[in-house]
């Protein structure tokens, strides 16, 4: 991640904080997914850019053994004084090309909100880690191909490649990891799914 975007959310860490319980309430429907991929506490979960670990404490109260790791480290700051009172591993990203973990850490991979702000060369490369690290799953929670109008223009200041990524996600996921699962989670946004070690031909639901 660029050193200005880098900057950029460690400025607005306290202001993601504020939105934190309205994250929680906005991802209480990822345990029951998990479990319909197969993927069941207390399995062990990275989340990749973890911002202030609002999906990391729903998947710690659910069971399952949470990580986070984010390159910005008031973010960090930020979800470990949120998080505090729950058993959550933080770990701060200073090298996206290599994550401090071993090849196959963990059950499953997810990333949520992220890739979308990075340019391709840059997401393709946390594919690639994403993949190493996971045992069995990795799963992309972003935004699907449909605009709508407020996203648009925030994302177009935050100057991030939103507007290409919706349009190419599916494709340049299927050339690192084979087959991709969709499922949509909402008008504008889906999940992205990967099965890394067994592939398999999913259709879109």
Known sequence: MEKSKKKLFDKIAPIYGMFYEIQKKNYAFVPEMMEKEGIFPPMQILDLGCGTGALLSVLEHAGYQATGIDPARDMLKVAMWKTRKQNIRFHHM?????????????????SSYVLH???EEERRVLYEEMKRVSRRKVIIHDFNEKRALHISVVEYLE???YFRFIKVARKEMSEVF????VTHVGKNAAWYVMNVKEPRIYADQ
């Open 159 to 161: 100057k991030g490649d």
């Open 117 to 119: 702000g990075m340019p």
């Open 178 to 181: 084979g087959e991709v699962k």
């Open 94 to 110: 200073k090298n996206p090309a290599r994550l401090p973990f071993e090849d196959n850490s963990f059950d499953a991979v997810i």
